[in-house]
């Protein structure tokens, strides 16, 4: 199974910016969507933005305007440029993929964000 490794997180302040990245053990190109998803304490998980093989991209009504995702295949590695943070942003952000061959999604450990003020 593909091993994901996030990077990244941090502690900012309100307002600052932060840029993920996410990379894995195995070609990424493989995967038909990739993504990132955010779970905050006492909170369901939540999809934060997605991108799929051909570069669409969809992102959560929270985050419009303010975050980017993006993928290197070359590098195998996929971003979140995150602008704009606020406190609700905190959380730890999960790096996900989907491979439709195989009908198997991975999940990597997390990161954590938090953002003061």
């Known amino acids: 199974q593909v091993q994901l490794v996030e990077s990244g997180g941090d502690t900012v302040q309100r307002g600052g910016s932060l840029r993920l990245s996410c990379t894995a053990s195995?070609?990424?190109?493989?995967?038909?969507?990739m993504g990132w998803h955010r779970q905050a304490p006492g909170n369901e998980r939540e999809m934060v933005a997605l991108i799929d093989n051909g570069g669409t991209a969809t992102y959560g009504d929270s985050v419009k305007g303010r975050f980017t995702i993006s993928r290197d295949n070359a590098k195998n590695t996929m971003y979140l440029q995150m602008n704009s943070l606020q406190p609700d942003d905190t959380a730890v952000y999960y790096c996900?993929?989907?491979?439709?061959?195989?009908?198997?999604?991975?999940w990597g450990q997390g990161t954590q964000v938090t953002v003061s003020g």
């Open positions: 996900w993929a989907y491979n439709a061959n195989l009908g198997s999604e991975s």
């Open positions: 195995d070609y990424i190109s493989r995967f038909y969507k």
